[in-house]
């Protein structure tokens, strides 16, 4: 059985990391400790369980404002969310601005708006750049800044989906690092925050900036000694790399380019543009691996969200430098679950 204060503490500590390392205006880090703190209880606490409504609600919250007056509410006080479930705002809108301690903004939605899908929610944190935006569905807590979710937390009651929190795996080890995250992604790359229209396999547009903070997130639970860092500048250049593990006893560089071939909303690399663009990231290790002396192992790391995934030839491409792994990294999107895939595959196998 899994410890209450200590579930409590992990999911705690993973938020407050991350809004740590945010340039967020007007705040200490022992203001961003209690915020955390509160939205991990909030969502625990049984007046929350008892009156959420099955689309959440998002929490829009201006750390350049304070919004206590003597007639304000905090929305951490346990009987805000049962007083407006009663009077059923919550029926009506889930977007409540509050400052960094919880006051709410007039106690008021923000003119009855609702926000439920990942890209609205992303559009939306895009128009407040100052504000954090969390969105919390059940016992599933996502947040979102300038566009880009940057914690995700499946379960506050749970470590389930973290149980390698205490077998972390060494950067070293970054083929068995790489193979674990393709087999999280399974169920993973099901989910609506990355497609467009599952039944066109179409992916939502700028997919990789989504791919790049799973990944980046997934890795921060995952390794136990390296800095990690997501879409930092090249040392010597202004090439961004996707993601960056320094190991920390070393200082020995691990870099991973991520690109995905299918089709999204605004683009298509399906059929014989597929390799063209995997290839893409190969050249773009090289040139950084040109840079980056400190490197001593580059990987591309590729989302395959095509519905016909047919092997790459990577031999194509030679020579192959020898610090960039052969073959790259292949995650498969499918936005079907694979019992559902391997039934279709045997029926079209024995259709007469």
Known sequence: MQDKDRIISI???????????????????LEIKELCHNLVLFQRDESYQLNIPKEGICLVINFE????????????????ISEKAS???????????IDKMG????????????LIS????????????????????????????????????????????????????????????????ENYFEKRGRKS????????????????????DDMYNWLCRNVSNAQIDEECLNASSNDRLDVRLTEL????????????????????????????????????????LNEESNCVMAGLVLYDARKDKQELEWNKHSPWQEKIHFPPFVI?????????????????????
């Open 249 to 288: 006893t070393s200082g020995h560089l691990f870099i991973f380019e991520v690109k995905w071939i299918g089709k999204s909303k605004g683009s298509n690399y399906d059929g014989k543009t597929a390799f063209k663009r995997a290839i893409s990231g190969v050249i773009q290790l090289e040139n950084y």
């Open 11 to 29: 999911h705690y500590n993973s938020i407050y990391t991350r809004l740590l390392e945010l340039d967020l205006p007007n705040v200490m880090p």
């Open 193 to 212: 925050i990355f497609w467009k229209s599952k039944a066109k396999y179409l992916l939502i547009d700028s997919p990789e900036v989504h791919f790049i």
């Open 65 to 80: 404002k304070n919004y206590s007056t003597s007639t304000s509410r905090n929305i951490f006080d346990q009987s805000w």
């Open 118 to 181: 990942p890209v609205e929610i992303s559009n939306f944190s895009i128009e407040t750049s100052s504000c954090i935006i969390v969105q919390i569905i059940g016992n599933s807590q996502t947040i979102y800044f300038k566009g880009r979710p940057i914690t995700d937390i499946p379960d506050v009651f749970s470590l389930n989906m973290y149980r390698s929190y205490n077998y972390k795996i060494p950067v070293s080890e970054y083929i068995k690092i790489l193979k674990k995250y």
């Open 103 to 114: 006051n709410s903004h007039l106690d008021k939605a923000e003119a009855g708006e609702k």
């Open 87 to 97: 009077n059923g705002n919550l029926l009506l809108e889930n977007v409540f601005e």
């Open 332 to 352: 498969a999107l499918n936005p079907e679950s694979s019992s559902t895939l391997a039934s279709e595959k045997s029926r079209k196998r024995y259709k007469h």
